[in-house]
């Protein structure tokens, strides 16, 4: 018996890789974060699969499946929205599992933020711009950030801003961001990326507020900004230049 995380992707059905495919179409149970994983990618599940949609589930609940499942010598997947490395509520899941003693693997998927470049139509690097990208979130009372993780010290970096699970805090963000980077800089809000009801709005930081609340969005939301979504950069890499020597394109 074995449990298998898999990152199911930020939505789109086509997007699920081959080998969670794969894993999902021999499985005995799913247990799905259905607020967040469209029914879609569980349509290769074979007939006789247990699907359980474990939205309003704690831990405890979501053990004694997997419990019932490894008496019966069951597989398990554990399907998550994008890739399970990032906010997927991982490590105390691996814990739970390294005290039962029952063997798992974790299956890659794509991670909303890439999606989220390429809906987008845009590097999240750029040439003599910026080498850097921050994924991070805004502080929760119930969840507060680490002590020097915080949106200003980031932002300060220049780096990209990949802003997760804050979207209800759009006000908050922009006072945060507007002394570094500027009112005028170019914001991208992205809802439920990949889903057919998803929604892409760009603006300026010190209207994007607005433009969110105008469209009711309160949950399963990107927000991103970078120095290249104002202004592309006319830098090209030297990867592809004709007087640049590398290992596979010696001089």
């Known amino acids: 018996m074995k449990v298998y995380f898999i990152g199911a992707g930020p939505g789109d059905p086509e997007l699920l890789t081959l080998k969670a495919h794969k894993i999902i179409s021999k499985i005995d149970l799913c247990l799905y974060a259905g607020s967040l994983v469209p029914r879609e990618i569980l349509s290769v599940?074979?007939?006789k699969a247990t699907l359980v949609d474990t939205s309003n589930l704690n831990l405890i609940e979501i053990?004694?499946?997997?419990?019932?499942a490894k008496e019966k010598d069951?597989?398990?997947a554990r399907i998550h929205s994008g890739d399970v490395s990032v906010y997927g509520a991982l490590s105390e899941q691996m814990n739970m599992l390294d005290q039962l003693n029952i063997e798992y693997e974790i299956i890659p998927g794509i991670p909303a933020y890439v999606e989220a470049a390429a809906l987008l139509k845009t590097e999240l690097t750029s040439p003599g711009q910026v080498q850097s990208v921050i994924l991070t979130?805004?502080?929760f009372s119930s969840t507060p950030m680490p002590e020097g993780e915080d949106l200003v010290t980031f932002a300060k970096t220049g780096a990209t801003l990949v802003i997760h699970l804050s979207i209800r805090r759009m006000k908050h963000i922009t006072r945060e961001l507007s002394p570094v980077i500027g009112g005028d800089a170019i914001v991208a809000v992205l809802y439920r990326i990949g889903w057919p009801d998803q929604l892409v709005i760009v603006d300026r930081l010190d209207n994007i507020a607005i433009k969110v609340r105008e469209n009711k969005i309160t949950r399963?939301?990107?927000?991103?900004?970078?120095k290249n979504f104002k202004k592309k950069s006319q830098i090209n890499s030297v990867?592809?230049?004709s007087h640049h020597n590398h290992l596979f394109r010696p001089k």
């Open 220 to 226: 399963t939301a990107l927000i991103i900004t970078g």
């Open 63 to 68: 053990q004694d499946y997997i419990i019932k």
């Open 74 to 76: 069951f597989n398990v």
């Open 137 to 139: 979130r805004t502080s």
């Open 239 to 241: 990867l592809y230049d």
């Open 45 to 47: 599940a074979p007939k």
